[in-house]
C-alpha cells in the first residue's frame, strides 16, 4: 500500500509467521489529541565517575565471567547480574500442587557491558566494535548451552532508554538462559515448522524473497482505483551483502525492524566472522535510521535463534534467526493489554519509507 498523509489506514493484520498475533493498523489513532511529551535527554557522557560499568569501576561489579578482547584492555565485559530473574545457586525439583505446577527457576543471567564509553549508542559505535559485540552473544550462547543439558534457550536482548526498562544509563545488554522455551519464541518455531511442511519451504526465506521480488496492485471493482498496491522493496530498509532489514507488514510496534540474514540459517551459533563484519553493519546503520527519525530512539532489541532443544532438532530447515528491534513509542492500552491485539498507528508503509529517506552517506 502506498501510504499518504491523508490516507487513513484500518484494518487487522495477521503475522504471517504467528498467524495468531494480530496487528490492528489503525492510523487514525495518531491524530488523537494528547500531550506532547520531550523524550527524556539520553545521557550522552563518556564516563560516569559513579557508574559501576564504567572503566575503573570494575570492582563495583559482580565477578567477571568475560572479557573482549582482555581484561586489561576491555571494549566488552560479561558479569553476572547483581539481581538475576533466574540463578544457578539452586535446583529444586518441579511441584504440582492440584493444577497449580512450578518449575525451578533455574538458569542464568548475565550482563554484557557493551562498550566502556557510558553513553554512546548502537548507531555510534564502530563497526569492528558491533561486530565484536555480536561475536561476543554468539561465544556466550554456546557456553552457556554446553555449560548444562538442562538449559533449553539462551535470550539475548538490549533494553535502551526508560521507556525500554533500563534502568542503568551506561550500555549494556543482558543474556538470560532458561530451563524452558518461550512461548513466543516456540510459536515462531511451531508455525514455521507447520508451513515447511505443507510447502517445503522456510516462510522467513519466503519473506525475504516477497520483499526483494513482489509487486501488486489491486483495484475496486467497481470505481477502478487502486484498493493496494505492494511495490518491490517497499519493506527493505537496508540491505547488506549477507544480511537484510525488513519492516514487517504486520508491524507491533509502530518503528519495528527485523534484521535477517539473507540465506538461510537456523542458528545464530553458525554465524561466521565475515557474517559478523555485515550484520555490524547492517545493525548500525538501521539504528542511525530510527535514531534520525526518532530523534532518539528509546528500543528494546532481542535475538530469537533456534532452541538447543530434542523437539526442535528437525527444525533446522524451517526455522530462520533474527533480530527483532522494537523501538518504544507509546505505552500498551487497556484494549491491546485485555485483547491482546496490538494498535498500530503509523502504516508501516509510511514507517519504512521514512526510514528509506534517511540520508546516512
Not at 532458561?178 to 515448522?193: C, G, L, R, Y
Request: overall charge negative; some cysteine; hydrophobic content about 35%.
Amino acid at each position: 500500500m502506498t501510504a499518504s498523509p491523508d490516507k487513513i489506514v484500518r484494518e487487522i493484520r495477521i503475522n504471517p509467521i504467528v498467524p495468531s498475533e494480530s496487528v490492528l493498523v489503525a492510523t487514525a489513532r495518531g491524530l488523537r489529541p494528547k500531550k506532547a511529551e520531550a523524550p527524556a535527554p539520553r545521557d550522552t557522557r563518556s564516563h560516569v565517575e559513579t557508574c559501576p560499568f564504567c572503566t575503573g569501576n570494575e570492582h563495583m561489579t559482580p565477578p567477571l565471567i568475560a572479557a573482549y578482547p582482555d581484561e586489561q584492555g576491555w571494549e566488552i565485559r560479561i558479569v553476572e547480574n547483581l539481581y538475576p530473574v533466574l540463578g544457578d545457586d539452586r535446583e529444586n525439583p518441579n511441584l504440582t500442587l492440584g493444577l497449580q505446577q512450578t518449575i525451578d527457576g533455574y538458569g542464568r543471567h548475565e550482563v554484557m557491558i557493551d562498550h566502556h564509553q557510558h553513553g554512546i549508542a548502537i548507531h555510534e559505535m564502530s563497526e569492528p566494535h558491533l561486530a565484536l559485540l555480536f561475536g561476543a552473544y554468539r561465544d556466550r550462547m554456546e557456553q552457556l548451552y554446553r555449560s548444562n543439558k538442562r538449559l533449553r534457550y539462551v535470550l539475548v536482548f538490549k533494553n535502551f532508554g526508560p521507556a525500554a526498562g533500563a534502568s542503568i544509563a551506561h550500555t549494556h545488554s543482558q543474556v538470560i538462559a532458561t530451563p524452558v522455551i518461550p512461548d513466543n519464541v516456540q510459536a515462531e518455531v511451531s508455525n514455521s515448522h507447520a508451513f515447511y511442511d505443507k510447502n517445503h519451504q522456510c516462510i522467513f526465506c519466503s519473506l525475504i524473497d516477497e520483499a526483494l521480488t513482489f509487486e501488486a496492485t489491486i483495484y475496486d471493482r467497481e470505481s477502478g482505483e487502486i484498493r493496494r498496491k505492494i511495490s518491490v522493496g517497499q519493506y527493505v530498509i537496508e540491505r547488506g551483502k549477507k544480511f537484510i532489514a525488513i519492516k514487517p507488514f504486520a508491524s507491533r510496534y509502530e518503528w519495528e525492524v527485523h534484521i535477517l540474514p539473507l540465506q538461510h540459517q537456523s542458528d545464530f551459533l553458525r554465524i561466521s566472522q565475515e557474517d559478523l563484519a555485515d550484520l555490524a553493519r547492517v545493525v548500525r546503520r538501521t539504528m542511525a535510521r530510527l535514531d534520525a527519525v526518532l530523534s532518539g530512539a528509546q528500543y528494546n532489541y532481542f535475538l530469537h535463534s533456534l532452541p538447543h532443544d530434542k523437539g526442535c532438532e528437525n527444525c533446522e530447515a524451517s526455522y530462520h534467526w533474527h533480530i527483532e528491534i522494537t523501538p518504544r513509542t507509546s505505552i500498551p492500552s487497556g484494549f491491546e493489554l485485555g485483547s491482546g491485539l496490538f494498535v498500530n498507528t503509523v502504516a508501516p508503509e509510511t514507517a519504512a519509507e521514512k526510514l528509506r529517506a534517511v540520508n546516512l552517506d
